[in-house]
């Protein structure tokens, strides 16, 4: 019987690890570490990141229109929602669902990893637009600051779930 041990092969980032592990797509040897897990099979890094490069298909100007767009309506959603009080829990996510909405037909549905944050980044800053200036005028005023800023305690539960609700429909997460 012949001995038929396969070469000995190290890791292309970890010359010291011995490893039978391969690229599947590169055909690269790879340590367990070095390894993703794909549907197809274990991927070098190298080639996972040039795949997922494919995907990013954002141009620049899409994310001045995502801050105008995602801004914009969060504001405009945050002064009609400052009339409901307790039912912003229930408002705030549908607002956040038109908000996803609109910045992914302005973006025409291209995609990047950066435009979901930036469009919660965008609504975060438009939703606490109106408590950062009721704050302000309530700082100033020194009438009752107490009673005050428990009123602001709605339109900051709006902005947080405004805020949660553009990110995760834009990074594809349905709950």
């Known amino acids: 019987m012949a ?16 490893t039978l592990l391969r690229c599947n797509r590169c ?11 794909t549907p ?15 995907f990013d298909t954002a141009r620049w100007w899409d994310y001045p229109l995502t801050v105008l767009t995602a801004g914009g309506l969060a504001v405009l959603g945050s002064l009609v929602a400052g ?14 669902t038109i908000i996803a909405e609109a910045v992914r037909f302005v973006v025409r549905k291209r995609r990047s990893r950066r435009l979901p944050l930036v469009a919660a980044g ?17 700082l100033l005023s020194n009438a009752g600051v107490g009673a005050g800023l428990l009123g602001l305690l ?14 995760y429909r834009l990074k594809g997460i349905r709950i």
């Open 3 to 18: 001995d038929e041990s396969p070469e000995k092969q190290y890791c292309y980032v970890h010359p010291d690890r011995e």
């Open 27 to 37: 055909e690269r040897p790879m340590c367990t570490s070095c390894a993703v897990l």
């Open 40 to 54: 197809t099979g274990y991927r070098c890094r190298e080639c996972v990141r040039g795949q997922q490069k494919i």
């Open 83 to 96: 009339w409901v009080g307790f039912f912003i829990i229930f408002i705030a996510p549908i607002v956040g």
């Open 122 to 138: 965008a609504a975060l800053v438009g939703s606490l637009l109106r408590v950062i200036i009721s704050l302000v005028v309530l």
């Open 154 to 167: 709605w339109p900051a539960v709006f902005a947080i779930l405004v805020t949660s609700t553009v990110y």
